[in-house]
T-cell receptor
Framework: EAEVAQSPRYKITEKSQAVAFWCDPISGHATLYWYRQILGQGPELLVQFQDESVVDDSQLPKDRFSAERLKGVDSTLKIQPAELGDSAMYLC???????????FGDGTRLSIL | QQQVKQSPQSLIVQKGGISIINCAYENTAFDYFPWYQQFPGKGPALLIAIRPDVSEKKEGRFTISFNKSAKQFSLHIMDSQPGDSATYFCAANNQGGKLIFGQGTELSVKP
């Protein structure tokens, strides 16, 4: 079964540093999502792409977070500078289109020291 | 209005028993209701989903019951097994695609 690939699996960095996460969605999936999951809570959407275009980034802290999906396939989420409160699991999901089942990767566990 | 409220927060069930997790929503524009299963260190895995035009959907030991008028839906796990021990999330979205998740239920199935 096709999977959403994410890397790295774990990232430990100091506050004020830059950090980047990568996601490769299931082949053919036009819609890509980045979620943040704080321990003990459900995931919350940060940004949604349809092909290479941002559809919803209303919950993305744009002063420090950026996301891109240049060729409409894989995607990168960046944090610069990282803050202690950014420690969380960052999950990528993809779907064939709007209102279609979303499939998640195993995420990147970020720890800020 | 965008919230999905999930209960209980944690649940302990004996092997072979029935696990029941409940969710409630306010936004009547929601039209897709999936359930996800998450093991520690893993991403959420889609378990089963329902749309509001049906009141029940069953896949193996997993059943979703949906009450549109009450704006509630629930997950029933029949013949619960220790391997079902995980955190379960309900979610909802509208045609915009954004999933709104519940707070999660940590299920423990005792042998």
């Amino acid at each position: 079964e096709a999977e959403v690939a994410q890397s790295p699996r774990y990232k430990i960095t100091e506050k004020s540093q830059a950090v980047a996460f990568w996601c490769d969605p299931i082949s053919g999936h036009a819609t890509l999502y980045w979620y943040r999951q704080i321990l003990g809570q459900g995931p919350e959407l940060l940004v949604q792409f349809q092909d290479e275009s941002v559809v919803d980034d209303s919950q993305l802290p744009k002063d420090r977070f950026s996301a891109e999906r240049l060729k409409g396939v894989d995607s990168t989420l960046k944090i610069q500078p990282a803050e202690l409160g950014d420690s969380a699991m960052y999950l990528c999901a993809s779907s064939l289109g709007f209102n279609q089942p979303q499939h998640f990767g195993d995420g990147t566990r970020l720890s800020i020291l | 209005q965008q919230q999905v409220k999930q209960s209980p927060q944690s649940l302990i069930v004996q092997k072979g028993g029935i696990s029941i997790i409940n969710c409630a929503y306010e936004n009547t524009a929601f039209d897709y209701f999936p359930w996800y299963q998450q093991f520690p260190g893993k991403g959420p895995a889609l378990l089963i989903a329902i749309r509001p035009d049906v009141s029940e959907k069953k896949e193996g030991r997993f059943t979703i019951s949906f009450n549109k008028s009450a704006k509630q839906f629930s997950l029933h796990i029949m013949d619960s097994q220790p391997g079902d021990s995980a955190t379960y999330f309900c979610a909802a979205n509208n045609q915009g695609g954004k999933l709104i998740f519940g707070q999660g239920t940590e299920l423990s199935v005792k042998p």
